[in-house]
């Protein structure tokens, strides 16, 4: 993005991602205007997208450092899978949210997935009421175009059976029975104006009833099972195939801060999350699960960890470890693992002066730092040992926005006096050593096409 030819961003989107990058954390709207680097990371990911479309499913584990930009892609993504009219859903895990777990700590994963449920038409997610009645109103639309028109008095039969007929086809899932029962007689409610009985309906399609005989209850009619910690995940698999019939091209799912599973002190509880995974990796990758699309992002040590992590479970290590061929100088984006290394010295120059169009813009100020200094924090940011391989995003962005929120509050400070000699970044881990024959790339800001 050249200084002559700024880019245009909404005042909300702007705002929020300003402030989301000052505090480290990820935007959840306008992440592609700050995309810098990842093109084959985002080339693997979007091929998955083709996979899903076709009828098969995918599964990816997103492995880097805090702050390495695993967050960052996921929602880069998730932009991109709906803007090509695919569902997504993300959560994230936590000691409350976990893939396997008695008293509820599976089942809540499954309904933050529900309630981020977002489609083309609702991106900030809440989108089941929504994608069901679009839905409906495609049948509509189809039995118009067959010449049957809304007056007519086959019209409600007609579109009774185009429903249910659709809904068949998943039947004979596990748990497709009830799956499609609940989501016929939601219809049915809407139509009649029901809204006690089709808030009940979305309650159970959001595994939001404790116990059968509650759902039974509220429902108004009999069910064989509800949504809860041992099948959440056959419903996710139900919900992946039913967009296919809503008109969507699949579902994909985000899980992130997935290193909240190598933290479990149990390891009983630990090896069942861990069972879990393996369970929808296989599903995925051998065909049962149709237009599933499913993004693990977590740490180093949540996949490597011999003791704790996915690797300390056999079946896992022997599936998610490297080839003995696989080396760091060759790229492998084919795989289940993407690890993702650091940006290149180009790319966080370009972040930067990213960055400081975006905050000249939000707050509508000419930033005091010429391209010069620019070049210079992205050199102090790198001179500190370790930081040739170790740096992430985040660090960087953090500090650099605190230098133009100073600069911008305080014209008679200029860039030298804030920054000095020096430039010291804290980290959420201890330093590494960097490798003694790790790349270091020389830049030229006069090379680089902002």
């Given amino acids: ?121 609702a991106p900030d997610g809440g989108a089941m009421p929504k994608i069901i009645a679009k839905w409906v109103f495609s049948l509509q639309g189809e039995l118009i175009s067959e010449g049957i028109t809304p007056d007519s008095p086959m019209f409600s039969a007609k579109l009774d059976a185009k429903l249910f007929e659709s809904l068949r086809e998943i039947e004979f899932l596990v748990g497709g029975f009830d799956f499609s029962r609940v989501i016929g007689e939601y219809y049915r409610a809407t139509q009649r104006g029901d809204d006690i009985r089709a808030a009940a309906c979305l309650r159970w399609l959001r595994g939001e009833f404790s116990t059968k005989t509650e759902a039974r209850r509220e429902l108004g009619f009999d069910v064989s099972a509800i949504i809860g910690d041992n099948n959440w995940y056959d419903f996710l698999k139900l919900w992946a195939s039913l967009s296919r019939a809503m008109g969507y091209r699949g579902l994909l799912v985000f899980i ?43 740490t180093p040590q949540f996949l490597e960890d011999q003791r704790r992590g996915l690797f300390s479970y056999e079946a896992l290590r022997s599936r998610l470890c490297d080839s003995r061929f696989s080396s760091e100088k060759h790229k492998n984006f084919v795989g289940p693992v993407i690890r993702l290394t650091r940006l290149s010295d180009d790319e966080l120059l370009a972040l930067v002066v990213r960055m400081t169009s975006l905050h000249a813009q939000n707050f509508n100020w000419e930033p005091r730092i010429s391209r010069d200094e620019q070049v210079k924090f992205v050199q102090i940011c790198l001179d500190r ?38 430039v010291t970044l804290k980290t959420d881990e201890p330093e590494a050593p960097a490798p003694t024959d790790a790349p270091r790339s020389k830049f030229d800001p006069a090379d680089i096409d902002f």
């Fill in 256 to 298: 992130d801060e997935c290193v909240n599973l190598y933290k479990i002190p149990h390891r009983v509880s630990r090896e069942n999350n861990y069972e879990k995974i393996l369970s929808m990796f296989n599903d995925t990758l051998q065909g049962r699960a149709p237009h599933l699309g499913l993004v693990l992002g977590g």
């Fill in 1 to 121: 993005m050249t200084d002559n030819k700024k880019q245009i961003i909404p005042k909300r989107i702007l705002a929020s991602l300003i402030s989301s990058v000052s505090a480290g954390v990820v935007p959840r709207s306008g992440a592609p205007y700050i995309a810098i680097g990842r093109q084959d990371e985002i080339a693997a990911l979007l091929s998955d997208l083709e996979l899903m479309n076709e009828g098969g499913g995918s599964m990816r584990f997103l492995v880097g450092r805090y702050g390495s930009g695993k967050s960052f892609l996921m929602q880069l993504i998730r932009g991109y899978a709906l803007e090509r009219d695919f569902l997504t859903a993300d959560c994230d895990l936590s000691p409350e949210r976990r893939l396997y777990g008695s008293g509820g700590a599976g089942v809540a994963t499954y309904r933050e997935l529900m309630k981020n449920l977002a489609s083309k038409a």
């Fill in 385 to 422: 040992a370790g930081a040739n391989s170790m740096i992430t995003p985040r660090e960087m962005l953090r500090d650099y926005m605190t230098l133009l929120n100073i600069l911008m509050q305080n014209p008679n400070v200029d860039f030298d006096a804030i920054v000095g000699t020096a």
